[in-house]
C-alpha cells in the first residue's frame, strides 16, 4: 500500500504566531483538517490537528499562546509513491505527503495503524481459511510457546476443536515437541518424526520472525503411517530374506532355484559340494544350455516345467557323480511357474548299492529257477508258480479262505488259473481227505446238466436207469465241489443251486422227498455276473450267496515278472513228460515278456509245449515261435522305435509327437497348446531334435 492511497490532502497553512484561539475556532468549523504551523509554506515548523487543541486545553493554555508551542514536531517527508510501513511501531506521527517540492497532504499514524490493523486481519483471515483447506496438520506458537494457530487438520488428527487447542502450550499437544528448541535456536529444522493420535508425522519446523527478531515458530506434518508401515515391511522382508539366506546356505542338501524359464538363479554351498559344479559356472544359464554342454544328462527342472508338477529323477553331472533331484513348482497368482526348487542330494553310492542289487537279484531269479528245475526233476514239481506280488497276494487269500467253510466266487479271465486256486483252497481245508468234484457248466448240455448235478430217481425220463442215479452233489458230500463257468448255468437250475446254498439239501429229479447234503461249493466265471444280473440274465439272490468271499486273479499281462518263471515252470514240465533236456534263448524270453497274452498262463503253457514238441535243435530260438508270436507288436516304446535304450526311445516317440503336432496344427503356438506345453519349449524340442518349423508354417 501507498501513502498517496491514505493521504489526507484537507491542509491549511498558518503564520507561526497564530494563536491557539485561532487555530481552535478554524478547526472547529473544519475538524478534519490538518493545519501546519509554517513561516513559509516551505519550512514547516510543525502539524496542529484537534488532538494538539485539545491537549493544549488540557494543559489550559492561555488562548493567546502561539500554536507552534503545541504543534507536533513529530512528522517526516514522504513521497507518494513510497510504500507505507508493515508496523505503525517506531513510526512518526505524522507523514508530509509532498510532490514535487510541494506539500499535497498529510497522512497520521493512526490512519496507517488503522489500515496495517485492517490489512493483517484480512490477510490472516485468508490465511487461516488457506490453512485450514490443506490436508496437512499445521500448528504455530508465539515465543512463549503458547498456541497461536492451527488449522482443522491438526485438530482433526488430535482429536480436539481447535478452541481447545488455542493458547495450550505446545507440550500438551506433543509430548516430544521440540518447536521451542526453534525460537531458541531460530534455525529451522526438517525431516523430523512425532507421533500425534496414534500416526507417525514427518514435521519441518521454521522460526517466524517479525522486525528482524524471532516471535515464535510454526510446524507442518505430513502423515507417514503408510510409508512408516511400508518400511517396516521391508525391513521385516529384508530380515527374513537374511535368514532364508541363512536356511539355504545352511542346509545339508543341495538346492538348486531355476526362474519360470529354467534359468539358473541361485546354488547354495552344499550343492557345489555335493556335485563338485562351481556355481558361477552355472548362475545366469539356462538348464537346456547346460544339459547341451554336459553339465548333467537331463534337468529335473525341464521336466518340471513341461509337466507342471513335481519330478524326480537320478541325475549324472559332468564331474561323475550321481545326485537324486527333486523339482517343485512355484506358482505365482495367475497360476504360472516362477520358480523351480530343486533338492540334490548325493546318491554315488546308493546308486551303486541299486546297481549291485540288481545283479544280485537277477542271480537270485536264476538260482531259483535252476533251484525248482532240480526240485521238479526230482519229481516234486509244485502245482502253483508265485512270483508277483498280485498272485503271492491271491495265493495268501486261498491259504486264509481255506481254514472256513465259506461259499468262494472265483473270478478272472479265461486260463488265468481259477481251477488251480480253486485246487490250492481245497487241499489245504479240512475236507482236502473228502471227494473234490469239478464240473464245467458250460460243457454240459443243459437238459442234461440238471441230472448230473441233482441226480434222478428210477424212471425220472425216458432213459433213465431203473433203480434211477445220485448227483454230483450227493457224490460230493462231506467234501467240495467246483462249479466252473458258473455264468453259463441256466436260470432253472440257478433256483435249485440257490435252495443247496441255503439249505444244503437237494431232490432229485422225479423225486418228491429231499436229500441232505454236506458240501462246500466253490463257484468260478470269467463273465461279470453283476452286468448279467442286470441283464436278468442271473438270479439277484444267487449272486449274492455266491459272492461272499469274491476272489479276483489278475491276468497274466498285469503281473509279467511271473512270465519266465512260469516259461521254465512248463519247460521242464514238458521235457519231462517227452524226454527231452531243451532249453530257451534268451531272446525268446524277451519275445514271450512282451506279448500280451489273451488267454493267460494257458495260453502260455500251451505256447511252451508245442516249441517243446516241435523244435528241432536244443535251443529253442526266436523261429520256433508261433508265427503270432514273432509278429506281435512289442510293447510301448519298442513298438514305436524298434528297440534300443529307453533314454533313446524316449527322444524317438517325442520327436514324432512333435512333427505330427507341428504338421497337423500348422503353427508352432498351435501345436503347444495341443500339447498342453509353453511354444517355447516346442521351439527349443524342435531345434534340439533338428525340426525346421518354417517349413510347416510361418511362425
Known amino acids: 500500500m501507498k501513502f498517496s492511497e491514505f493521504v489526507n490532502a484537507y491542509i491549511q497553512i498558518v503564520g507561526a504566531g497564530a494563536s491557539i484561539q485561532d487555530c481552535a475556532e478554524i478547526l472547529a468549523d473544519a475538524?478534519?483538517?490538518?493545519?501546519?504551523?509554517?513561516?513559509?509554506?516551505?519550512?514547516?515548523?510543525?502539524?496542529?490537528?484537534?488532538?494538539?487543541?485539545?491537549?493544549?486545553?488540557?494543559?489550559?493554555?492561555?488562548?493567546?499562546?502561539?500554536?507552534?508551542?503545541?504543534?507536533?514536531?513529530?512528522?517526516?517527508?514522504?513521497?507518494?509513491?513510497?510504500?507505507?510501513?508493515?508496523?505503525?511501531?517506531?513510526?512518526?506521527?505524522?507523514?508530509?505527503?509532498?510532490?514535487?517540492?510541494?506539500?499535497?497532504?498529510?497522512?497520521?499514524?493512526?490512519?496507517?495503524?488503522?489500515?496495517?490493523?485492517?490489512?493483517?486481519?484480512?490477510?490472516?483471515?485468508?490465511?487461516?481459511?488457506?490453512?485450514?483447506?490443506?490436508?496437512?496438520?499445521?500448528?504455530?506458537?508465539?515465543?512463549?510457546?503458547?498456541?497461536?494457530?492451527?488449522?482443522?487438520?491438526?485438530?482433526?488428527?488430535?482429536?480436539?476443536?481447535?478452541?481447545?487447542?488455542?493458547?495450550?502450550?505446545?507440550g500438551d499437544l506433543f509430548e516430544d515437541s521440540q518447536l521451542i528448541r526453534i525460537i531458541r535456536t531460530g534455525k529451522a529444522e526438517s525431516t523430523q518424526k512425532v507421533s500425534l493420535g496414534g500416526k507417525v508425522y514427518m514435521t519441518n519446523r521454521t522460526p517466524i520472525f517479525m522486525g528482524g527478531r524471532i516471535v515464535g515458530a510454526t510446524a507442518v506434518l505430513q502423515d507417514i503411517s503408510e510409508l512408516e508401515a511400508i518400511s517396516n515391511e521391508l525391513e521385516h522382508t529384508r530380515r527374513i530374506s537374511l535368514e532364508l539366506d541363512a536356511i539355504i546356505e545352511s542346509s545339508f542338501d543341495g538346492i538348486y532355484v531355476t526362474d519360470g524359464e529354467g534359468r539358473t538363479l541361485r546354488v547354495n554351498k552344499a550343492y557345489e559340494r555335493t556335485t563338485g559344479i562351481r556355481r558361477e559356472d552355472v548362475v545366469g544359464r539356462t538348464m537346456a544350455e547346460l544339459v547341451e554342454r554336459g553339465f548333467f544328462n537331463e534337468s529335473v527342472s525341464m521336466r518340471v516345467l513341461e509337466n507342471r508338477k513335481g519330478e524326480s529323477l537320478v541325475q549324472k553331472v559332468k564331474t561323475g557323480k550321481t545326485v537324486m533331484v527333486t523339482g517343485t513348482p512355484i506358482f505365482d497368482d495367475q497360476g504360472e511357474i516362477s520358480l523351480v526348487v530343486t533338492n540334490v542330494r548325493d546318491v554315488t553310492e546308493l546308486y551303486n548299492l541299486q546297481n549291485e542289487l540288481g545283479r544280485m537279484e537277477v542271480l537270485r531269479t536264476r538260482y531259483e529257477n535252476e533251484l525248482?528245475?532240480?526240485?521238479?526233476?526230482?519229481?516234486a514239481a509244485p502245482s502253483v508258480v508265485i512270483r508277483s506280488k498280485k498272485m503271492k497276494e491271491v495265493h495268501e487269500l486261498a491259504l486264509r479262505l481255506a481254514r472256513v467253510d465259506a461259499t468262494v466266487l472265483v473270478q478272472g479271465e479265461s486260463g488265468v488259473g481259477k481251477?488251480?486256486?480253486?485246487?490250492?483252497?481245497?487241499?489245504?481245508?479240512?475236507?482236502?481227505?473228502?471227494?473234490?468234484?469239478?464240473?464245467?457248466?458250460?460243457?454240459?448240455?443243459?437238459?442234461?446238466?440238471?441230472?448230473?448235478?441233482?441226480?434222478?430217481?428210477?424212471?425220472?425220463?425216458?432213459?433213465?436207469?431203473?433203480?434211477?442215479?445220485?448227483?454230483?452233489?450227493?457224490?460230493?458230500?462231506?467234501?467240495?465241489?467246483?462249479?466252473?463257468?458258473?455264468?453259463?448255468?441256466?436260470?432253472?437250475?440257478?433256483?435249485?443251486?440257490?435252495?443247496?446254498?441255503?439249505?444244503?439239501?437237494?431232490?432229485?429229479?422225479?423225486?418228491?422227498?429231499?436229500?441232505?447234503?454236506?458240501?462246500?461249493?466253490?463257484?468260478?466265471?470269467?463273465?461279470?455276473?453283476?452286468?448279467?444280473?442286470?441283464?436278468?440274465?442271473?438270479?439277484?439272490?444267487?449272486?449274492?450267496?455266491?459272492?461272499?468271499?469274491?476272489?479276483?486273479?489278475?491276468?497274466?499281462?498285469?503281473?509279467?515278472?511271473?512270465?519266465?518263471?512260469?516259461?521254465?515252470?512248463?519247460?521242464?514240465?514238458?521235457?519231462?513228460?517227452?524226454?527231452?533236456?531243451?532249453?530257451?534263448?534268451?531272446?525268446?524270453?524277451?519275445?514271450?515278456?512282451?506279448?500280451?497274452?489273451?488267454?493267460?498262463?494257458?495260453?502260455?503253457?500251451?505256447?511252451?509245449?508245442?516249441?517243446?514238441?516241435?523244435?528241432?535243435?536244443?535251443?529253442?530260438?526266436?523261429?520256433?515261435?508261433?508265427?503270432?508270436?514273432?509278429?506281435?507288436?512289442?510293447?510301448?516304446l519298442a513298438h514305436a522305435l524298434g528297440g534300443g535304450s529307453l533314454k533313446s526311445a524316449l527322444e524317438g516317440l517325442e520327436r514324432e509327437i512333435l512333427q505330427q503336432a507341428l504338421e497337423t496344427h500348422g503353427s508352432t503356438h498351435k501345436a503347444a497348446k495341443a500339447l498342453g506345453i509353453n511354444q517355447s519349449t516346442v521351439v527349443r524340442k524342435l531345434q534340439r531334435y533338428g525340426i525346421n518349423p518354417k517349413k510347416n508354417n510361418g511362425d
Open 31 to 170: 475538524p478534519g483538517k490538518n493545519l501546519l504551523v509554517a513561516d513559509d509554506p516551505h519550512h514547516i515548523q510543525g502539524i496542529l490537528t484537534l488532538r494538539e487543541i485539545a491537549r493544549a486545553l488540557a494543559a489550559q493554555a492561555p488562548p493567546q499562546v502561539p500554536a507552534r508551542e503545541f504543534a507536533s514536531t513529530d512528522f517526516q517527508r514522504v513521497l507518494p509513491g513510497e510504500s507505507l510501513p508493515e508496523t505503525a511501531e517506531g513510526s512518526p506521527a505524522y507523514w508530509l505527503v509532498a510532490e514535487s517540492g510541494r506539500i499535497i497532504g498529510v497522512v497520521s499514524r493512526a490512519r496507517v495503524s488503522e489500515q496495517i490493523h485492517k490489512g493483517s486481519l484480512s490477510v490472516m483471515r485468508r490465511m487461516s481459511i488457506f490453512l485450514d483447506s490443506i490436508y496437512n496438520p499445521v500448528v504455530a506458537i508465539d515465543a512463549e510457546g503458547l498456541v497461536i494457530f492451527c488449522n482443522q487438520s491438526l485438530a482433526k488428527v488430535s482429536g480436539k476443536n481447535v478452541e481447545e487447542i488455542l493458547g495450550k502450550p505446545i
Open 372 to 379: 525248482e528245475q532240480l526240485r521238479e526233476s526230482a519229481g
Open 419 to 636: 481251477e488251480i486256486f480253486a485246487d490250492l483252497i481245497h487241499s489245504n481245508s479240512p475236507r482236502k481227505d473228502k471227494p473234490f468234484v469239478k464240473i464245467s457248466c458250460a460243457a454240459i448240455p443243459e437238459q442234461l446238466l440238471e441230472s448230473e448235478l441233482f441226480g434222478y430217481e428210477a424212471g425220472a425220463f425216458t432213459g433213465a436207469k431203473a433203480k434211477g442215479k445220485a448227483g454230483i452233489f450227493e457224490s460230493a458230500d462231506g467234501g467240495t465241489i467246483f462249479l466252473d463257468e458258473i455264468g453259463e448255468m441256466p436260470l432253472g437250475l440257478q433256483a435249485k443251486l440257490l435252495r443247496v446254498l441255503q439249505d444244503k439239501k437237494i431232490m432229485r429229479v422225479g423225486a418228491n422227498h429231499s436229500i441232505d447234503v454236506d458240501i462246500r461249493i466253490l463257484a468260478a466265471t470269467n463273465r461279470d455276473l453283476s452286468q448279467m444280473v442286470d441283464k436278468g440274465a442271473f438270479r439277484n439272490d444267487l449272486y449274492f450267496r455266491l459272492n461272499v468271499v469274491p476272489v479276483v486273479i489278475p491276468p497274466l499281462r498285469e503281473r509279467k515278472e511271473a512270465i519266465v518263471n512260469f516259461a521254465y515252470h512248463f519247460l521242464e514240465k514238458y521235457n519231462r513228460k517227452y524226454g527231452f533236456a531243451k532249453q530257451i534263448a534268451p531272446d525268446v524270453l524277451d519275445i514271450l515278456y512282451d506279448y500280451d497274452w489273451p488267454g493267460n498262463v494257458r495260453e502260455l503253457e500251451n505256447t511252451v509245449e508245442r516249441m517243446v514238441v516241435v523244435t528241432k535243435g536244443d535251443v529253442i530260438e526266436p523261429a520256433d515261435l508261433p508265427e503270432k508270436l514273432r509278429i506281435a507288436p512289442k510293447s510301448g
